[in-house]
């Protein structure tokens, strides 16, 4: 990862200097190693560019904004969220012509918080050792294998595939990321009874504190001002009142990405309080594959999602009473 | 001092729950929280900051306040009542602590905030001092001392036991119903444990952030800092960071219409919403630098001119490692306050 990042950076001053671009969208360095912050760069701040495996952060959905300035912006896409910027032209969010994109070979993102859930505290600065992680903390030297502290998304990799770019920045060397079946778990939830899953949700959905990180981190989220924020539309809700808003605000969430949703895994990346809102969108995804073929949303950008496209094959809405089962 | 085996918590938090309420970090799906106590909660001893503060027990993120029922031209109010559960508040850090002092000047002020008072009234608060700060912490940067919190009762882990002191009127009620769990507890080990805390907390990477460059004369200056752009630039305005916060405190007020009537609640606002103090006129914060800004000048500058310099942040570390960008007041302070130096 180290030769990728001096990669992008020769290639972010090449493209500045030349004027290709007139700023760089990439991560800028934290405190502590694995707090990044997306940023954008001008020459002189790239000393605090950097790539590592806390590089996680999906930066196509900050190209909205950018594409509303003056001139070409460079950002780095990972192989996965080059379907989401695919997604977002597909959608007319972003200007294409004001991009440049830079695909960036990615070994698999690590998620700080696996790393505190083994119980490793005061995490000062991480060190990635081939397949293991070196992790200085207050309480002395920690190990863990790189492995065990991949975000969920990336174990279950779309793979090393760059749907949308200008150039690709990649090592050659062989590697492999993920390998999970991202529907196991769906399956798992689908065998239970109605009230096993109710009950499953509610413990997740209850710790819900409706801080919206979940619907402003996803690409798919769009709308420049969402019903629930509008105090005109008569549902603005800041706050879950009761356990029905919890559960329909993510349902209807759910809802209004299906088939538009990449998978990208930013939704259950950022929220706060851990509630795996991935496992509702692959639902969708699962189901929108079983009833209208196979369909990767952001794969490229010119299909019709299934959701927006009627054809005379689609399932009848009975579908809904055929598969609902008894309480 | 008392002291009590830790094996035997269990039979603290029973005897507790006898004869109120009990509300402690309890884990469910992973994360915890806090929760009420049930012989079966998931307790946990060990957890240094629950994802969400113990402002909750105070303050909770919805309350219902009026309803309002409508029958042909009359109009019946009905207040609600206000909270008359008696609680124990079991487990609160040092910096959360600290957070109600800082929630006290807002809610307590004239005119008082009723609902805010009597759950306060009614609450003992039973503190635990820490043992493993997280690299996150920086309460001592704000007068916090993680190894000595207040509190209605103290408490201390140490070595397989839980020491346990009272400070207040309060807290010694609580421990005369307790009492005969206990025995006799020895301080010099106590002393020794804190000593060890405090030396960790000096060496933390946040220790040393400087808060002499934000003084209520420096407000001009500081607002109209060219770094504020940069630094909120990949801000979500999501307002998890105010959601987290102990010492946020900014609510509004909602009608929500049954069809046949209104109930009036309150509910947690963020100063980093889109419509935050919305005025007839419209916002004076278009836009999220704005936004970012005033969340930061608020803590930092604004609530200090209006509370004798106690800055309204603990340090608690929360929107440090909360934040899906990782854009935090850490790192607003570092480098605000930087412009002093140059
Ligand atoms: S990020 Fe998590 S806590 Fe916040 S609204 Fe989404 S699901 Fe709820
Ligand atoms: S719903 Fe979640 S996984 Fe799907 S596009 Fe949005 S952020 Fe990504
Ligand atoms: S600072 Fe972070 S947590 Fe706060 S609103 Fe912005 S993105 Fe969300
Ligand atoms: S601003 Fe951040 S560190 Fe300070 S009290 Fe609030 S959440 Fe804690």
């Known amino acids: ?327 | 001092m008392l002291k009590l085996s830790l094996n035997r918590v269990g039979d603290l938090f029973a005897k507790i729950a006898e004869a109120q309420a009990l509300y402690l970090p309890v884990e469910k799906a992973g994360q915890v929280d806090y929760d009420k106590w049930t012989a079966d909660a998931k307790v946990s001893m060990d957890h240094l900051n629950t994802a969400k503060s113990a402002k909750d027990l105070f303050f909770p993120q919805v309350e219902r306040m009026v309803d309002f029922k409508m029958e042909g031209k009359n109009i019946e109010i009905k207040p609600h009542a206000l909270s008359d559960e008696k609680f124990v508040l079991f487990g609160v850090r040092a910096c959360d602590m600290k957070s109600m002092e800082v929630l006290d000047k807002v809610f307590l002020a004239e005119p008082v905030d009723s609902f805010y008072a009597a759950r306060r009234m009614n609450g003992t608060v039973v503190t635990m001092a820490c043992s493993e700060p997280e690299e996150s912490c920086f309460c001592n940067v704000f007068g916090v001392d993680a190894a000595e919190p207040a509190g209605d009762v103290v408490t201390w882990k140490v070595d397989g036991e839980l020491y346990w002191k009272a400070l207040t009127e309060k807290g010694e009620a609580l421990t005369e119903q307790i009492k005969a769990l206990m025995e006799d507890g020895d301080e010099a080990k106590v002393e020794e444990s804190k000593a060890a805390v405090r030396e960790i907390m000096g060496k933390l990477p946040l220790a040393n952030l400087n808060l002499a460059p934000f003084q209520p004369e420096k407000l001009n200056e500081m607002f109209n800092s060219p770094k504020w752009a940069k630094l909120s630039e990949a801000c979500l305005g999501c307002g998890t960071c105010t959601f987290v916060c102990p010492t946020c405190q900014c609510y509004d007020i909602r009608d929500y219409d049954t069809g046949h009537g209104i109930q009036r609640f309150r509910c947690w606002d963020s100063c980093m919403y889109s419509d935050f103090t919305m005025m007839a006129h419209g916002t004076n914060r278009p836009d999220q630098m704005q936004r970012f800004r005033q969340r930061f000048m608020h803590k930092l500058i604004y609530f200090p001119s209006n509370n004798d310099g106690m800055y309204s942040c603990v340090g608690c570390g929360r929107c440090v490692s909360k934040c899906p960008i990782s854009m935090n007041i850490a790192k607003v302070i570092k480098a605000l306050g930087e412009d002093k130096d140059e």
Request: glycine residues 8%; negative net charge; proline residues 3%.
């Open chain 1, 1 to 327: 990862m180290q030769r990728v990042a001096e990669m992008m950076l020769e290639r972010a001053k090449a493209l500045l200097a030349d004027g290709t671009v007139n700023r760089v969208v990439g991560w800028e360095m934290g405190e502590f190693f694995y707090d990044l912050t997306p940023a954008v760069f001008t020459a002189d701040g790239l000393d605090k560019f950097v790539y590592n495996g806390f590089s996680g952060a999906n930066l196509s959905k900050y190209m909205i904004k950018e594409c509303a300035k003056d001139g070409k912006a460079l950002v780095f896409l990972k192989p996965c969220d080059t379907y989401s910027f695919n997604q977002l032209i597909n959608e007319h969010r972003v200007d294409r012509e004001k991009v440049y994109i830079i695909g960036v070979e990615c070994r698999g993102m690590i998620d700080i918080r696996k790393i505190r859930d083994m119980g490793i505290k005061g995490v000062t600065a991480i060190r990635e050792e081939g397949e293991e992680l070196i992790i200085d903390t207050i309480y002395g030297e920690k190990k863990c294998a790189r492995k065990d502290a991949l975000l969920e998304k990336c174990l279950c990799c779309k793979g090393q595939e760059f749907v949308v770019y200008d150039e690709l920045l990649t090592t050659g060397e062989a590697f492999t990321v993920g390998g999970n079946n991202r529907f196991a778990k769906v399956a798992e939830l689908e065998a239970m009874t109605p009230g096993e899953r109710f009950a499953f949700w509610r413990n997740e959905l209850s710790k819900c504190i409706r801080c919206n990180a979940c619907r402003n981190v996803c690409p798919a989220c769009s709308c420049l001002q969402c019903v629930f924020d509008n105090p005109k539309s008569g549902i603005a809700s800041k706050a879950n009142a009761d356990d029905f808003e919890e559960n329909m605000f993510h349902i209807i969430r759910a809802f209004h990405v299906a088939g538009r949703c990449t998978d990208c895994g930013e939704c259950s990346r950022v929220c706060p309080q851990g509630i795996p809102l991935h496992l509702l969108n692959r639902k969708f995804i699962k189901d929108v594959n079983e009833f209208y073929g196979e369909f990767q949303a952001g794969a490229d950008n010119t299909t019709k999602y299934p959701l927006t496209n009627f054809t005379k094959e689609d399932v009848e809405p009975s579908i809904v009473t055929n598969r609902g089962g008894e309480n």
